[in-house]
């Protein structure tokens, strides 16, 4: 089993900073990408940013240029550098940790972006 811990979330105002922090423990031998989702009120939970063992990341084209992920300790902890918010980044933001055959999942964290 992994265990997923965010920390970070809070309320920044338009054009604010935020920075997810997500610290993975238990069994982490093998996850092979780490991941921050998002899930506002009555939508679907999506992508945000991922980052693979070997370095590789992926950004949603919503937060392309805003958002930076990155990792510390062979993917042991993951950030998440929010920058320029916008009120429709407003979500709970949740970690995420993948394996070949499993997939974990931290609590969640809110973020809320409002003047």
């Known amino acids: 089993q992994v265990q997923l811990v965010e920390s970070g979330g809070g309320v920044a105002q338009p054009g604010g900073s935020l920075r997810l922090s997500c610290v993975a423990s238990?069994?982490?031998?093998?996850?092979?990408?780490m991941g921050w989702y998002r899930q506002a009120p009555a939508k679907q939970r999506e992508l945000v940013a991922s980052?693979?063992?070997?370095?590789?990341?992926n950004y949603a084209g919503s937060v392309k240029g805003r958002f930076t992920i990155s990792s510390d300790n062979a993917l042991n902890t993951v950030y998440l550098q929010m920058n320029s918010l916008k009120p429709e980044d407003t979500a709970v933001y949740y970690c995420n940790a993948a394996r070949t055959f499993s997939t974990y999942w931290g609590q969640g964290t809110q973020v809320t972006v409002s003047s």
């Open positions: 980052i693979t063992s070997g370095g590789t990341t």
């Open positions: 238990g069994s982490i031998f093998g996850i092979a990408r």
